[in-house]
């Protein structure tokens, strides 16, 4: 909760970029996240305080902040736009996937019938194409391959 101190990113919209914003509301043609990043700023520049926000919202105060902050240093469009998530890095490369389509598409095993994911995931470590690898990146990179080819 708020400790009763002035909040320290206050949002001060120009008439400019409060007329942008609720445009964007009335047309309601954006991603639902963007939308409630706008409904912050509005909000925010009402002079609502932080709890109200929450309470109306139903966000993380944690998000109210993040958008204010960013509209107070960088600017509306940065306030309004995602930013970049980027995730793991890819357990194997190009030439990484393009050794397990080809072992995917050999004879299996001696003993199988086919090739199972864990089988392929072994397999890749026992080649030394990757250090380590789950049976899941497997099956993931398998389906991302094989629909774009089919």
């Given at each position: ?26 047309r ?5 996240r963007?939308l ?7 909000l ?7 709890d109200e926000?929450?309470?109306?919202l ?6 109210i902040?993040?958008i ?11 306030a ?14 190009a ?6 389509i ?7 095993p001696?003993?199988?019938?086919s090739?199972?994911m864990?089988l ?31």
């Open positions: 909760m708020r400790t009763g101190r002035p909040a320290k990113y206050r949002v001060r919209l120009s008439e400019e970029e409060r007329e942008e914003l609720q445009g964007m509301m009335r309601g043609k954006h991603a639902a963007k409630r990043r706008v409904q912050i700023l509005l925010a520049d009402e002079g609502k305080k932080q926000i929450q309470a109306q139903e966000v993380s105060n944690g998000m902040c993040s204010k902050k960013r509209y107070c240093t960088e600017g509306l469009s940065a309004l736009e995602e930013r970049p998530r980027p995730g793991a890095k890819s357990k194997l490369d030439i990484g996937e393009a050794h397990l080809a072992l995917a598409c050999s004879d299996a001696e003993g199988r019938e090739w199972t864990q392929l995931a072994e397999q890749l470590v026992a080649l030394g194409i990757v250090d380590e690898i789950s049976d899941e990146t497997v099956r993931t990179t398998l389906k991302k391959k094989t629909q774009t080819v089919a």
